[in-house]
């Protein structure tokens, strides 16, 4: 899974964005595909964006099929806007919950929205601060479609593998609709490359929940410490994952979610 954004001369930034991401187009995607050997992929709607999901769009019908999308939208969109997504092969909506990003989004909108998707077999991305999983712990579980935890919850390392939101995302795991995406290592990392103090925590989600585990490069990777290459985070996944799960994480989960044959 990666941000979709750029050339800003074609797709300018939102009035208002909360920061200036790197400038990278769907060529520079594809370019980093062949890298990695990645034949597919899903497409995260930055917040720089807001609503306006054309930049992702225009990336998914230059994939001929191998691209997915995570919209992100607003209280405007109606049934032609959502049926209109739907034929772009999006396939979920993403809502942020990080303070600096904005804060808390409508949680009105959110029940809404969630009864709007659900029978598009949609299911909700939410981008959370650790804190955030404690706070509205009722309120995620009123939801019976499916549901992704971005960036492993964005736990901080350094509160260690006992820490109440970590115990509480593994519990809300336990539920059939919820997954979680093993991305975002170089955010929660308080040592920096090559972020082996991530892996204790992305094993015991995978080991929670091997059937609802994703993975996620969050390239340009936007407001970051550490940059990293892609090369170093596919580098850990063999070590998030062994040799039984890394066909799940990789190929079948995301398969089954975004309905890549």
Excluded at 100 to 123: E, I, Q
Excluded at 199 to 216: M, S
Aim: aromatic letters at 10%; one cysteine or more.
């Amino acid at each position: 899974m990666c941000i979709s954004g750029g050339p800003f001369d074609r797709f300018p930034l939102a009035k208002g964005a909360p920061y200036t991401p790197p400038e990278r187009t769907s060529n520079d995607l594809v370019a980093l595909h062949e890298r990695l050997g990645v034949d597919r992929a899903v497409i995260v709607q930055t917040t720089v964006y807001k609503s306006d999901n054309r930049a992702m769009l225009d990336g998914i019908v230059q994939s001929n099929g191998r691209w997915r999308g995570v919209a992100l939208i607003d209280k405007s969109f109606d049934d032609a806007a959502f049926r209109a997504l739907h034929e772009g092969a999006v396939r979920g909506v993403r809502f942020c919950f990080v303070k600096h990003l904005g804060g808390v989004p409508d949680l009105a909108l959110v029940r809404r929205t969630a009864a709007r998707v659900a029978p598009m077999g949609w299911h909700f991305v939410l981008h959370l601060d650790a804190g955030n999983v404690p706070e509205f712990l009722e309120f995620f579980g009123e939801f019976s479609l499916p549901v992704v935890a971005d960036h492993m919850g964005r736990v901080p390392v350094r509160d260690g593998l006992d820490q109440a939101p970590f115990r509480l995302l593994l519990e809300l795991l336990k539920r059939p609709n919820w997954w979680v995406k093993v991305s975002g290592a170089e955010r929660i990392s308080e040592t920096g490359l090559p972020f082996a103090d991530a892996i204790l925590f992305a094993q015991r989600l995978i080991a929670a929940a091997p059937d609802g585990v994703l993975w996620g490069t969050d390239w340009p990777h936007p407001n970051v410490r550490w940059e990293p290459d892609e090369a170093d985070l596919v580098d850990l996944l063999p070590r998030f994952a062994g040799a039984a799960a890394f066909q799940r994480v990789l190929v079948d989960n995301p398969a089954r979610l975004y309905g890549f044959s």
